[in-house]
């Protein structure tokens, strides 16, 4: 959706792949239809209500992992212009001819189907019991996500629409990769611009070329290259103006009636404007071939007193061969645009004067102000939240709690780190500790413990997994935006703990002081484990009384040692005595109180 004419593709080179903590503390508008439909089909009839799943799991993984704070928009009512190219696209999806079949009257608007209207309004619920900001748009969400970006009310949008550029965004992610370790798939409008060297009103007139959501006809015989180089040819204060003069045919910017290039070379009247100087046909220079058979020319300056002959494919750099050559790309080019303005003349209605007023308009949506009051986060509503997805999604009680831990303690940590309160999270957990370091596609999270008695324990099933060292590596393949990890359970000395991955500057901010202890602790690890390998060292390098027994290591590497030294003593003898000590060798070897398979292995080593 979007521009047409894989637009994407032509943005392809200049995207940016940004790390995991890019929307940290940062504001970002979502295109609720976008998220929606672009994995609704993937996971459809395989889950029940997938729209309510991944709404619910994506917006606790955006909120509590990445970190970010984000605004929701929806659809409004479609544009006129909107309406039809959903039923074109539809009948042309579908094989039909459009022309058989009735066409909407001027002005008339049409909703989305009832089913998908069904779905925005139960994700709407669920957004609003999470707390979250949702706005309505006056007609498309992606304008609305763009109004909010250009404006600086969010930091980026996440939508999939290349027309969010036309409406004046300046970030937009369009998609997510959560198994990478730079999920994020952005696009700068600064990049672009620097780029391609296009800004806001060049992507209008390229969308208004070759088709977009409001007409996906374009003009017939443009495409993206063609329309590329069209538009590059004017200002971005001029473009708009000049398709305009050329549909509307007032003065066209260039001549119609202009003559390919071959028939400007051979026309007598255009050469003798400007007659080319006499060339030798034999190096290719200025002047004749008789004067530098005579004398060489000043450009092939011979040994041997003649010109070289000029290699095939030659182009001579004179003055005058340059300025001809440079006539004819100028000639060549106006040629191409008068052919290029000739199919935007016989385009009707062309440019669409409201299809430019929706690009070129700045107020997309009733959020209007210049503070962001009503971009406000609330807290969950706990106990709706549960009985809203016990009824949709059949989850019991006891899951639902545990999914929402993650953002009840993200929540908890900011509101602990900015006002230092002491309370309880959710009031039954309580901070107790950093337990180790989790990394997780090269980020590094605290993994904490929220401990909780035993008399307010909920039901869950409690789980055995501890970790046995500081830093611990997870499964890669874990989907962090459309799966959640359950918070682990753990029963320690008659409470019960939690533990959740939390962001390790926001859990440094908020308990500075249990972080500190940690990371004591882990110092204090770190050296007791060098100082004992040291140890180990130093005892296996002290040589140990005949009485005492090695260990199969040491008596492994002692044995190889004590064959090693006999080999270069018995290098200095002669054949006899070398033969006589590799008998005694292989006598020793042999002893019977060495067993059948270390006397294997000591041959074979």
Known sequence: ????????????????????????????????????????????????????????????????KFGAFPVFVIDGTPSPL?????????????GIESSSLPVPEDGVSFERNRAFTKCIQECVELLELLG???????????????QLNAEGHVDACITSDSDSFLFGAKCVIKSIKPNTKEPFECYYMSDIEAGLGLKRNHLIAISLLVGNDHDINGVQGIGLETALRFVRNFSEDDILNRLHEIG????????????????????????SQKAKSTHCSFCGH????????????????????????????????????????EEKERKKQEYWLSKVCSKIAVEPNFPNDELIRIYTCDSHGSFTGKNDQCLTWESPKFELLIDFLVFHQHWIPSYVRQMLFPMLSTIFLRETA?????????GQFDFDSVDRVKIRQGHKFYVVKWRKDVSLMCSATPSSEEANSDIMGVDESISLLDELDAPMIRNDGGCQFLL?????????????????????????KESKRKKSAGADELILETP?????????????????????????????KDYDSQSDGNSKGRRRMRNPNLSKSVRRRLLFD
């Open 132 to 146: 979250m900001p949702i706005l309505k748009a006056n007609g498309e969400a992606e304008a609305l996500c763009a």
């Open 286 to 325: 200025p002047g004749s071939k008789q004067s530098h058979v005579e004398k060489s020319c000043e450009y092939c300056s011979a040994p041997d007193g003649g010109c070289k002959k000029k290699p095939e494919g030659f182009k001579c750099d004179c003055l005058s061969c340059h300025e001809d050559r």
């Open 82 to 94: 909107k309406s039809k190219t959903r039923i074109a696209r539809f009948y042309r999806s579908s």
């Open 418 to 426: 900015n006002h230092s309160i002491k309370s309880l999270l959710y």
């Open 1 to 64: 959706m979007g521009v047409g004419g894989k637009f994407w593709d032509l943005l392809k080179p200049y995207v940016r792949n940004e790390a995991f903590d890019f929307l940290r503390n940062k504001r970002v508008a979502v295109d609720l239809s976008f998220w929606i439909v672009q994995h609704e089909t993937a996971i459809k009839d395989s889950v029940r209500n997938p729209h309510l799943r991944l709404t619910f799991f994506r917006t606790i993984n955006l909120f509590s």
């Open 544 to 572: 140990k009384p005949r009485d005492v027994q090695l260990n199969i290591t040491e008596f492994y590497r002692s044995t190889k040692v004590q064959l090693q030294a006999g080999d270069e003593e018995g290098s200095a």
């Open 500 to 524: 959740t991955d939390e962001n390790m500057e926001l859990v440094h901010a908020a308990f500075p002081e249990e972080v500190n202890r940690f990371l004591r602790g882990k110092e204090l």
């Open 248 to 271: 509307n045919k007032v003065t066209p910017p260039f001549q119609y009636n202009i003559k390919p290039v071959d028939d400007f070379t051979s026309n007598p009247e255009a050469s």
